[in-house]
């Protein structure tokens, strides 16, 4: 049976919402996969009740230590701190890992007028910029993605 993990940001509803959606998406995929969400494990995510710094370090390492392969949402603003540390942790156990980015402003990479706006004076960026040390980390054994389908199809092909 395949162990996974996913990791995303779990605060905000749009944030429990794709976790949802991804979550669901995936168990639909890999029959029988045991997937880990933090936002699913109460003992550290029940916000009414009370989980230290190191229970809820200690119920996540465990989990990833676990886990066959990592799926990461890197979507945001920035990556997520906790995202950001649970590729890295992962990282150092050469098993794969699945990004999802569907951030709409890295469409259009091949359109000249953009390309040419951002070397012109640097400030018109129409694209997103992640963090080139944790994208190094997500290929050194896996890959990034744009749709929720193409995260379905990566994974089948990986892991069945």
């Known amino acids: 049976m395949n162990k996974g993990y996913l990791a995303n940001g779990l605060f905000g509803l749009g944030d429990r919402l794709i976790n949802e959606l991804v979550a669901k998406e995936v168990r639909a995929t ?73 951030d709409t402003r890295q469409q259009g990479r091949d359109n000249a007028k953009k390309i040419e706006a951002l070397v012109a004076d640097g400030t018109e960026n129409q694209f997103m910029y992640r963090n080139l040390f944790v994208v190094g980390l997500i290929k050194q054994n896996g890959m990034i993605v744009s749709t929720v389908e193409q995260l379905c199809e990566a994974l089948k092909e990986k892991l069945m």
């Open 30 to 102: 890999i029959p029988g996969v045991n997937l880990y969400v933090p936002q699913e494990n109460m003992s550290i995510n029940d916000k009414a009740a009370y989980a230290d710094s190191l229970a809820i370090a200690g119920a996540d390492i465990k989990a990833l230590k676990e886990s066959d392969f990592l799926v990461a949402i890197i979507d945001g603003v920035e990556i997520d701190a906790g995202v950001a540390a649970e590729i890295g942790a992962f990282s150092m156990l050469n098993r794969p890992i699945f990004a999802l980015y569907t």
